[in-house]
C-alpha cells in the first residue's frame, strides 16, 4: 500500500487532477448562502474550488504550502485576480483573520500534523462569524492512508463531536476500495462535510 509522505509528487498530482470540476461540498456550502462574503481556501491546490468561489463574486484568501498549486492557481485563465488573495504556508504555522463567511479544505486537512490539528481546528471555528459556514473533508478511520503518521483520520463519532459547535447542513460518509489520482491502491474512508457555526 503506497502511505503519503512529505516528498510526495505533488507535480503529478496537480497533473493528474488539471481541469476536474469543483467538489459537492463546495457547491453545497455556496448554495447555501444568500449572497457573497469572504472566503478562505485551505490546501487549494490548483485551486478548482477557489475559482468556483470566485465565479460566486467571493473575496478569497487561497492558501498552499506548495508553490506551485498557487502558481497553477494564478496562472488559470478567466479568473478575477481583484478578489483573489494567494499566500503560501503550511497548517502549523498559519495564522487565519477574523470574520470570515466560508472556509474551505478539500481534502487538505488530513495532512495536518496530528500535533498541529486541534489548534488548527480551533483557529477555523473562530475565523468564522456566527453563521460562517466549513466545508471539506476528513478521513475516517479505516481509510488505508491512516497507517501513515503524517495523515490524520477519525471515526464517526469524533467527526461528530467536531462538529458539534456546528449545525451540520451536510455529512456523508463514503467508504470503498479504488485509485487515487496517480494511480495508487488506495481504501478510501472520507467525510464530506458542510456546517454552520452556530
Known amino acids: 500500500m503506497n502511505i503519503p509522505t512529505l516528498k510526495r509528487d505533488w507535480k503529478a498530482y496537480y497533473d493528474a487532477i488539471a481541469n476536474r470540476p469543483p467538489r ?13 462574503g469572504i472566503a478562505i481556501d485551505l490546501g487549494c491546490g490548483d485551486g478548482r474550488d477557489t475559482v468556483e468561489m470566485l465565479r460566486h463574486d467571493w473575496a478569497v484568501l487561497a492558501i498552499d504550502r506548495e508553490l506551485d498549486a498557487i502558481t497553477r492557481l494564478l496562472a488559470r ?39 498541529a490539528f486541534p489548534n488548527l481546528w480551533n483557529k477555523i471555528f473562530n475565523s468564522l462569524v456566527t453563521g460562517g459556514r466549513f466545508c471539506g473533508h476528513l478521513f475516517g478511520n479505516r481509510d488505508s492512508w491512516g ?52
Open 147 to 198: 497507517d501513515s503518521e503524517l495523515v490524520n483520520c477519525f471515526t464517526r463519532s469524533q467527526v461528530e463531536t467536531l462538529l458539534k459547535p456546528y449545525a451540520i447542513e451536510l455529512l456523508e460518509e463514503e467508504e470503498h476500495p479504488g485509485k487515487t489520482p496517480l494511480g495508487e491502491d488506495r481504501d478510501w474512508h472520507i467525510f464530506h462535510i458542510v456546517a454552520r457555526k452556530k
Open 77 to 115: 485563465p478567466n479568473i478575477n485576480t481583484l478578489q483573489l488573495t494567494t499566500q503560501v504556508a503550511s497548517f502549523e504555522e498559519l495564522q487565519l483573520p477574523q470574520s470570515v463567511n466560508l472556509i474551505n479544505a478539500s481534502f487538505s486537512l488530513p495532512f495536518c500534523s496530528t500535533s
Open 24 to 36: 459537492k461540498t463546495i457547491l453545497t456550502a455556496l448554495a447555501a448562502f444568500k449572497e457573497s
